[in-house]
């Protein structure tokens, strides 16, 4: 059965999954604001990447204000490897030499679609 999630093992998905692992603490152990625009920074540099990194901020906020509530930190770390392996699928076409056949170019306003979207556990998500 082949992994689903094997992009966040390596490169840049293994980056995002570090940084994201580390909204799922305690408020008291979350990085500041500085250390996580430096960290989404090194993973995605360059005037390009501005507005994902704003994107991802805003989401790894939302999934830190979800992961205070601890009976819900194991679910939202399935929900967060989801979310991210998402994100890396769309962003590693824009890494390769040469597309893959039938593969379309990098949509940047597809990605921050993603990224924008709720995490499925946010605010006014059914709890069961």
């Known amino acids: 059965m082949p992994d689903r999630y094997a992009n966040l093992k390596r490169g840049l998905g293994a980056e995002l999954r570090m940084i994201f692992a580390t909204a799922l603490r305690d408020a008291r152990d979350l990085p500041t604001r500085s250390q996580l625009a430096a960290q989404l ?9 501005e ?30 490897d989801e979310f991210l392996s998402g994100i890396v699928d769309e962003l590693d076409k824009g890494e390769r030499i040469i597309p893959l056949p039938d593969e379309e170019p990098v949509d940047l306003d597809a990605v921050l679609k993603h990224v ?11 709890r069961g």
Do not use: C, N
Not at 68 to 78: A, C, K, P, S, V
Not at 116 to 126: E, K, Q, V
């Open 41 to 49: 920074a090194e993973a995605l540099p360059g005037e390009r990447w």
């Open 51 to 80: 507005s994902v990194r704003a994107a991802l901020t805003q989401k790894f906020r939302e999934a830190a204000e979800i992961a205070q509530d601890r009976q819900r930190r194991f679910e939202l770390r399935q929900q967060v």
């Open 116 to 126: 924008r979207d709720p995490l499925p556990l946010g605010p006014g998500a059914a």
